[in-house]
């Protein structure tokens, strides 16, 4: 990974974060939608 030069590790790095917003905000997303179901359900 510290092989490639400064430019390609950031985007790397970059990417790595954007995927780990994305996922984090549709697991939130998610869980609002289960508590949503689970209310209505009770």
Known sequence: MFVLNN???EL???VSLG???IVNGLLLL???????IVAKGR
């Open 7 to 9: 430019g390609m590790g």
């Open 30 to 36: 998610a869980l609002k939608v289960v508590r949503v």
């Open 19 to 21: 995927i780990a917003a």
């Open 12 to 14: 790397m790095i970059a």
